[in-house]
């Protein structure tokens, strides 16, 4: 059986960033909670990546690493985007990170945001995307 929720981490080799998220994401991911979810990692610089990348249609190729929650559709037989609830509302939480129509995040570079998705953000995405 399938599990329920798909998180995709889009990422690269060799990128600090990339390997934060997802050692944050799994350690978040080992707690009973969280027990639905399931991570697949989605290398960018590879085929297959890119094309999951390319399929994604949400984020933004310089807010890399990113990460997309899906769900199990049984009729589509595949994980499909979740929708955020409030399409670009404020989120105090996860502030510019989040993605606008999908329950996500994406990495914020500017000054503001200093390029960290921390394990407040990431718990956050998490709970919007559990009904």
């Known amino acids: 059986m399938a599990a329920k929720y798909q998180i995709r981490v889009f990422g690269k080799e060799?990128?600090?960033k990339c390997h934060t998220l997802?050692?944050?994401l799994e350690k978040i991911l080992a707690k009973e909670e969280y027990a639905d979810f399931e991570?697949?990692?989605c290398d960018v610089e590879t085929i297959d990546g890119i094309?999951?990348?390319s399929e994604a249609?949400?984020?933004?190729?310089?807010?890399?690493?990113?990460m997309l929650v899906?769900?199990?559709?049984e009729t589509e037989q595949d994980y499909v985007p979740v929708d955020t609830a409030t399409p670009g509302a404020e989120d105090k939480i996860c502030k510019?990170?989040?993605l606008y129509q999908y329950v996500g995040l994406q990495t914020?570079?500017?000054e503001t945001g200093k390029g960290i998705l921390s394990p407040k953000m990431i718990q956050a995405v998490l709970a919007e995307a559990q009904p």
């Open 14 to 16: 060799g990128c600090d």
């Open 22 to 24: 997802n050692q944050r």
């Open 39 to 41: 991570k697949h990692y």
């Open 51 to 53: 094309v999951a990348f």
């Open 57 to 66: 249609e949400c984020i933004n190729p310089s807010r890399i690493p990113a």
């Open 70 to 73: 899906t769900r199990w559709d």
């Open 96 to 98: 510019k990170s989040k």
């Open 108 to 110: 914020d570079y500017t």
